[in-house]
C-alpha cells in the first residue's frame, strides 16, 4: 500500500505541475493589468485550474481514508434512499430510471459504503448510450457473501479495460473528464470490508458491477 500510495503521490505531482503553472502564469497577466478590470476569460481559467488541482488533491485525500472503517449494521436500503436523494438532480436531469430491489442489512462502515453505492450509481447515469439511463440495484445472497449488482443499459466497459478501470487515475473508453480515482475508491472501500470488486458486461448490452459484501 505504501509503494502503491507513493506511485500516486508521483501521479499527482505530475498533474498538479500545469494547473498550479496556469495558475502562477495567470496571476501574473493580472498583476500586470492591476487597476484595470479583470479579464473575464483570464478568471474562469483561473478558477478551472484551481477546481482541477483541488479534484487531485481531495481525491487522493478520500482514496487514503477508503481504507479506514467503522464497522456498526447497515441497512443498505435505506442508504440507497439516501444515495437516491442525492443524485436525483443528475438522474432527472438524465431521464434516468433506477430500480432497487429489496437490500440486506451489513456489517460495514455506512459513510464508505454510502460513497461507494454513489459513486457506482453516478457512473451509470454518466455514461449512458442513446436510450434513457436505467440502473438497476440488487443484490442477491451469495454461499458466503451478499453480491450486490449495480447494472445499467450503457455504454458498457471495453475488454480490455475490465480490470484496469479499477486503478488510480485509469480512464476508461469515454471518460474524458474528472479525476478517474472513483472506482479506484469502490475498490479500496470493497477491500477493506473483506469482499472483492468486478464488472461483468451482459450479452444485452451495458454493464454490470458487482461487489461482495461478508454475510
Not at 487597476?35 to 485550474?49: F, I, K, T
Not at 464508505?112 to 457512473?123: D, E, H, P, S
Amino acid at each position: 500500500m505504501e509503494a502503491e500510495l507513493r506511485g500516486y503521490a508521483d501521479v499527482v505531482a505530475h498533474d498538479l505541475r500545469e494547473p498550479i503553472t496556469g495558475i502562477a502564469h495567470l496571476v501574473t497577466l493580472l498583476e500586470r493589468g492591476a487597476g484595470a478590470p479583470a479579464d473575464p476569460e483570464a478568471l474562469a481559467l483561473l478558477r478551472a485550474s484551481t477546481e482541477r488541482a483541488r479534484e487531485l488533491i481531495d481525491g487522493v485525500l478520500v482514496y487514503a481514508r477508503a481504507g479506514e472503517l467503522r464497522r456498526e449494521p447497515v441497512a443498505l436500503g435505506q442508504l440507497m434512499d439516501e444515495v437516491a436523494t442525492d443524485l436525483r438532480p443528475s438522474l432527472e436531469a438524465a431521464g434516468a430510471t433506477l430500480e432497487v430491489a429489496e437490500l440486506p442489512a451489513v456489517e460495514g462502515d455506512a459513510r464508505q459504503l454510502r460513497r461507494l453505492l454513489q459513486n457506482l450509481v453516478g457512473n451509470a447515469v454518466k455514461f449512458h448510450g442513446e436510450a434513457p439511463p436505467r440502473v438497476e440495484v440488487s443484490a442477491p445472497q451469495g454461499p458466503e457473501d451478499w453480491v450486490v449488482t449495480v447494472r445499467d443499459n450503457g455504454l458498457g466497459v471495453a475488454h480490455d479495460d475490465v480490470e484496469r478501470i479499477f486503478g488510480m487515475f485509469a480512464r476508461a473508453r469515454g471518460e474524458a473528464e474528472g479525476t478517474s480515482i472513483g472506482l479506484a475508491v469502490c475498490r479500496r472501500v470493497v477491500e477493506a470490508h473483506g469482499g472483492r470488486i468486478w464488472v461483468e458486461q451482459p450479452e444485452d448490452g451495458g454493464s454490470a458491477f458487482r461487489f461482495t459484501l461478508p454475510r
